[in-house]
Each structure stands twice: as C-alpha cells, then as structure tokens.
C-alpha cells in the first residue's frame, strides 16, 4: 500500500509507522469493529472531501449498532479528516480516508463492555478499486456461493469489520475462479450487494438496485439515484432475482472506492453489448463531475480542505 505521513489516533496526529496495537487487542480475537470509507478529490479548489459528515454519521451509526462507544462527535472527527488530508500533503488526485474504531488491549472474552475503545483515521492514495481497465470495459462478476448473513443473525446495515468475513471469502472466490469481484444474495435468494460495493441495473431504460433491507446504506448508491433522478431516468427499488440479472441490458457497482464500475459479465453471460453500457457512462462520468466538483449543484456535498 501507499504509506503517508500521519495518521490520527485517539485523539493525536503521530506518524504513520508508529500507529500500532497489542497483539492481545479484544477486535483482533473476536471481530468487533467499525469502519468507514470516504474520499477526497483533488479539485481546482483543493482537496474536497465527498459527503463527509454522511460518512462520519454512519460511522458512528455503525458503532451504536455493534455497541461500541466512540469517545469523539462527529464534528470532532470530521475536522480530524480535514486536517488529516492538510497534514498528509497528499499530492495524487483523490485520497481514500478509513475511519474505524476498535476495541483494545485490557479484557479478554467476548462480554466487551470494559474493552477500551480506540479510534483512528488513516488516509492514503489508493487507485481504481477494480483497476483502470475495469472502469473503462467494465468487470467480471460471479454470484458467490455463499449468501449474505440473514437478518437474524448479522447487521448488514452496520459497516462493521465483522460483515467482511462473508466478503472476502466471497471475493476469493471470485478471483480464483477468474473473476473481479463477488455479488451477493441475501439468504431469499436475491441480490443484496457486491463484496465491498452496491449494485445497479438497467432494464428498458430504468435504473433499479435493490433496497437496503440486507445491505450497507451505500451513500454512492443514494448519490447516484439522487444524480439518475435529476437526469430524468425513473431509478426503482426492488428486489432483484438472480436470473434477472442474467438479462440486464446494463449493471454497474457503486462504492466510494469502487465509485461507478461498469459490469460487462456476470456468471458467464454476457451483460448488454458486453462493455460499458450508455446509461452507464453517463452516470459514471456525472459522478467524476460531482466528486471533482465540476457540478455546482452538488457542490453542498464537498468539504474543501484549505492549505
Ligand atoms: N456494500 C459494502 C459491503 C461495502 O463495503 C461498501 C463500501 C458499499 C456497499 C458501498 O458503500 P458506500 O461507500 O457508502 O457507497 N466499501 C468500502 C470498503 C471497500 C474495501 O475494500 O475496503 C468503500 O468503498 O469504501
């Protein structure tokens, strides 16, 4: 990875390779942990960091639903991202900053209540989450073996580190059977989202992505149907069944990392044309517009960070 200059711990900007933990950290042994992700874009103003209190809010959000009691407001933590990206001097055209927050060293056993809770914010230059070629051809996705956690039995809503067991084991998965990136279904058999992003298709025209009744509350996906919505197009969300999906004239992923990676096959059919499709680029190019803050009226969305 990319290392930079600093990173915020509880509280405190200490250089990058100093930030470490006990190998006895509660969150190591049992998975109890929150993050966030969240991007900043080089504008002609400077960095601007993309809807950074939405970020913060779920990030504490995810904390409550995992009881974890982070020590800091989000105003708090929002300017510690700020001075974050000012301190790090990043020079590369977007950033990607990782909120999270964990349990410590002190209590062994799952009861956490007395675990210290840490809190850090690391940033680094992280290129296209699923390559360059991939955001210009369009990716290759499998429907993974495994589904989602049921409602019962996980919170899919919580962006808690925990939910990544079932996502990398899908994603490996993928990739070993020569694929780039996993999607889900939710435990009735419809899709929920991909490993680490959501997802959207085409059908006539329309926009539809299913609802967030086992998935994270993409902030991505809630820009892109606001963006489609303004546009004109009609965005519907339904459930999605799998065969569906083999008939989808278009299918894209939304993430901050992923931001709008077009799919051009999914278990070996063959989406529409079999590259990008139309709607598909209009949305993604609109989306580098927003982000880069090339659309005044999105511009509420950005926080610059002044030098
Ligand atoms: N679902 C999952 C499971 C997910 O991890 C992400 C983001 C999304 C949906 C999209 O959410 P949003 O970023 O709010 O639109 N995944 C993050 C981490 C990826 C990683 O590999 O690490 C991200 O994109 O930051």
Same mark, same amino acid.
């Given at each position: 990875?990319?290392?930079?200059?600093?990173?915020?711990?509880? +509280?405190?900007?200490?250089?990058?390779? &100093?930030?470490?933990?006990?190998?006895?950290?509660?969150?190591?042994?049992?998975?109890?942990?929150?993050?966030?992700?969240?991007?900043?874009?080089?504008?002609?103003?400077?960095?601007?960091?993309?809807?950074?209190?939405?970020?913060?809010?779920?990030?504490?959000?995810?904390?409550?639903?995992?009881?974890?009691?982070?020590?800091?407001?989000?105003?708090?933590?929002?300017?510690?991202?700020?001075?974050?990206?000012?301190?790090?001097?990043?020079?590369?055209?977007?950033?990607?900053?990782?909120?999270?927050?964990?349990?410590?060293?002190?209590?062994?056993?799952?009861?956490? &209540?007395?675990?210290?809770?840490?809190?850090?914010?690391?940033?680094?230059?992280?290129?296209?989450?699923?390559?360059?070629?991939?955001?210009?051809? +369009?990716?290759? @996705? &499998?429907?993974?073996?495994?589904?989602?956690?049921?409602?019962?039995?996980?919170? +899919?809503?919580?962006?808690?580190?925990?939910?990544?067991?079932?996502?990398?084991?899908?994603?490996?998965?993928?990739?070993?059977?020569?694929?780039?990136?996993? @999607?889900?279904? $939710? $435990?009735?058999?419809?899709?929920?989202?991909?490993?680490?992003?959501?997802?959207?298709?085409?059908?006539?025209?329309?926009?539809?992505?299913?609802?967030?009744?086992?998935?994270?509350?993409?902030?991505?996906?809630?820009?892109?149907?606001?963006?489609?919505?303004?546009?004109?197009?009609?965005?519907?969300?339904?459930?999605?069944?799998?065969?569906?999906?083999?008939?989808?004239?278009?299918?894209?992923?939304?993430?901050?990392?992923?931001?709008?990676?077009?799919?051009?096959?999914?278990?070996?059919?063959?989406?529409?044309? +079999?590259?990008?499709?139309?709607?598909?680029?209009?949305?993604?190019?609109?989306?580098?517009?927003?982000?880069?803050?090339?659309?005044?009226?999105?511009?509420?969305? @950005?926080?610059?960070?002044?030098?």
């Amino acid at each position: 990875m990319n290392a930079a200059k600093y990173i915020w711990m509880n +509280g405190e900007f200490i250089p990058w390779e &100093k930030a470490q933990i006990h190998v006895l950290s509660h969150t190591l042994h049992y998975g109890n942990g929150v993050i966030e992700g969240t991007k900043a874009y080089k504008t002609d103003k400077g960095y601007a960091i993309f809807r950074l209190n939405d970020h913060t809010r779920r990030l504490k959000e995810s904390a409550k639903m995992t009881l974890i009691n982070i020590p800091y407001t989000v105003e708090e933590l929002d300017n510690a991202q700020i001075e974050l990206i000012r301190i790090n001097e990043f020079t590369g055209d977007n950033v990607y900053i990782r909120p999270f927050a964990f349990l410590g060293y002190g209590v062994m056993g799952l009861y956490h &209540k007395d675990a210290p809770v840490e809190t850090a914010i690391a940033a680094w230059e992280w290129g296209a989450y699923l390559g360059e070629e991939g955001m210009q051809r +369009g990716i290759r @996705l &499998k429907v993974a073996s495994m589904t989602r956690p049921a409602n019962t039995s996980n919170m +899919g809503k919580a962006k808690a580190t925990a939910n990544y067991l079932n996502s990398q084991m899908a994603k490996f998965e993928a990739i070993e059977s020569g694929y780039d990136e996993a @999607l889900l279904l $939710d $435990d009735h058999g419809y899709v929920a989202e991909a490993s680490g992003a959501g997802f959207f298709m085409v059908r006539e025209g329309k926009l539809i992505s299913p609802p967030n009744d086992n998935s994270l509350e993409s902030i991505t996906q809630k820009t892109v149907i606001e963006y489609a919505e303004d546009l004109g197009y009609e965005v519907i969300r339904r459930r999605i069944s799998r065969e569906e999906l083999y008939i989808a004239d278009e299918a894209f992923l939304t993430g901050t990392a992923a931001e709008i990676t077009p799919v051009r096959e999914i278990d070996a059919r063959i989406v529409g044309e +079999g590259h990008r499709g139309p709607i598909t680029e209009k949305i993604q190019s609109g989306y580098f517009d927003i982000v880069f803050g090339r659309n005044k009226k999105y511009e509420h969305y @950005l926080t610059y960070v002044t030098q």
